[in-house]
């Protein structure tokens, strides 16, 4: 596609429910990114994914947090039993090679998710 | 350990008044890169720049400007003549370059109201 795509734009979760936010990178993107970004607060690192290789999960705030790229494209953050300070927009990015700091890394429009 | 600050949480102008965000950045690496994002209502981070450590040149792309002064580790970005659609969350952002870099470490935001 023309740009990163993220489903759902919103989503609200009872606190202890299971949710699936999915991430469709740019064609023929090496890797991608997940940022999760609290309400006034940057994005913060959570995961890296070369291909369906995930490489660094060093950010991910607790085991309750999965992410998987099973085929090298579409990516897929999973956040078990949320809760309240899961609430937070969640964002993907992806680049065509592994470090394309040349153009930046391009970024979807995130899924906000709200757990009440 | 890298660090990026922008101490303007939020700033205010009339239309056609100039602006300036202030990034300042910690890091310990010799070699980086410095980029700014623009975060409109809609979501997503759009890439503006990238500045590699080793190129202290003031860039101009229009009405924006950056102004890279290593030796106070400042970054700034200033808006000519600002518009109502320069209104969005602007992020300074900082990685180390090198082999196994990809982590985006983000300052927490300026929020650019322009008034008509």
């Known amino acids: 596609g023309a740009g990163v795509s993220q489903s759902p734009r919103y989503k609200v979760a009872k606190r202890g429910q299971d949710v699936a936010l999915r991430c469709d990178p740019i064609?023929?993107?090496?890797?991608l990114f997940w940022y999760q970004q609290a309400l006034g607060q940057g994005p913060e690192f959570l995961t890296y994914f070369q291909n369906e290789a995930q490489l660094d999960k060093s950010g991910l705030p607790s085991d309750r947090f999965f992410a998987e790229r099973p085929e090298g494209s579409v990516s897929t953050l999973k956040i078990q039993r949320t809760q309240q300070e899961d609430s937070a927009v969640y964002l993907c990015a992806s680049s065509l090679m592994r470090t394309d700091f040349n153009y930046g890394y391009t970024f979807g429009s995130g899924t906000r998710l709200t757990v009440v | 350990a890298q660090k990026v600050t922008q101490a303007q949480t939020e700033i205010s102008v009339v239309e056609k008044e100039d602006v300036t965000l202030d990034c300042v950045y910690e890091?310990?690496?010799?070699?980086?890169?410095l980029f700014w994002y623009k975060q409109p209502p809609s979501g997503e981070l759009v890439f503006l720049i990238r500045?590699?450590?080793?190129?202290?040149q003031n860039e101009i792309s229009g009405r924006y400007s950056w102004n890279f002064q290593k030796s106070t580790s400042s970054f700034n970005f200033t808006i000519t003549a600002s518009q109502v659609v320069d209104s969005a969350v602007y992020f300074c952002?900082?990685?180390?370059?090198?082999?196994?870099?990809?982590?985006?470490?983000f300052g927490k935001g300026t929020k650019l109201s322009v008034i008509p």
């Open positions: 890091t310990r690496d010799t070699t980086y890169y």
């Open positions: 500045r590699n450590s080793f190129d202290e």
């Open positions: 064609s023929g993107h090496v890797s």
């Open positions: 952002a900082l990685v180390r370059s090198g082999a196994g870099s990809y982590q985006l470490t």
